[in-house]
């Protein structure tokens, strides 16, 4: 029985198999063709790597088929709305950027992450002048 939920098993997508060139002994000739990029090429070690890499974009997809399908479509229409208004919301350019208003909506603000603890404002890399980057950014300068 599907109810056009998502599957809840974890798929493997996107796999490439590296092939070097090989010499006579069997590894690759990195004299002759130099180190081959391998990073572009890698793919997930695990099944579930491919999973929870887009966790976040899979439970909002089956949030919104849940909602579409108990409360009809206005529900799921209305959320994406919602959100896509909260993430355009300007900020001056000396100011931290926190969307305390998507964090609500979408229940971020419930969970203590890694960016709540290692992206404190006051340890922000560049700190100048506030009239004269809102100056810079209107271009006043």
């Given at each position: 029985?599907?109810?056009?939920?998502?599957?809840?098993?974890?798929?493997?997508?996107?796999?490439?198999?590296?092939?070097?060139?090989?010499?006579?002994?069997?590894?690759?000739?990195?004299?002759?063709?130099?180190?081959?990029?391998?990073?572009?090429?890698?793919?997930?070690?695990?099944?579930?790597?491919?999973?929870?890499?887009?966790?976040?974009?899979?439970?909002?997809e089956l949030?919104?088929?849940?909602?579409?399908?108990?409360?009809?479509?206005?529900?799921?229409?209305?959320?994406?709305?919602?959100k896509h208004?909260?993430?355009?919301?300007?900020?001056?350019?000396?100011?931290?950027?926190?969307?305390?208003?998507?964090?609500?909506?979408?229940?971020?603000?419930?969970?203590?992450?890694?960016?709540?603890?290692?992206?404190?404002?006051?340890?922000?890399?560049?700190?100048?002048?506030?009239?004269?980057?809102?100056?810079?950014?209107?271009?006043?300068?």
């Open positions: 029985m599907n109810f056009g939920y998502p599957s809840l098993r974890p798929t493997h997508e996107g796999g490439v198999e590296i092939q070097h060139e090989k010499s006579n002994y069997g590894v690759p000739d990195v004299m002759t063709y130099g180190i081959s990029d391998a990073k572009s090429k890698l793919t997930p070690v695990h099944p579930l790597e491919y999973s929870e890499k887009h966790y976040d974009g899979n439970q909002d949030t919104m088929r849940m909602l579409r399908n108990t409360q009809g479509l206005h529900a799921p229409l209305k959320l994406r709305m919602e208004m909260l993430k355009q919301i300007p900020k001056g350019p000396c100011i931290a950027s926190t969307n305390i208003g998507l964090e609500t909506l979408t229940g971020e603000d419930l969970d203590i992450d890694v960016k709540d603890v290692y992206n404190a404002p006051e340890d922000a890399e560049v700190m100048g002048h506030p009239q004269a980057m809102m100056e810079k950014q209107i271009g006043l300068i």
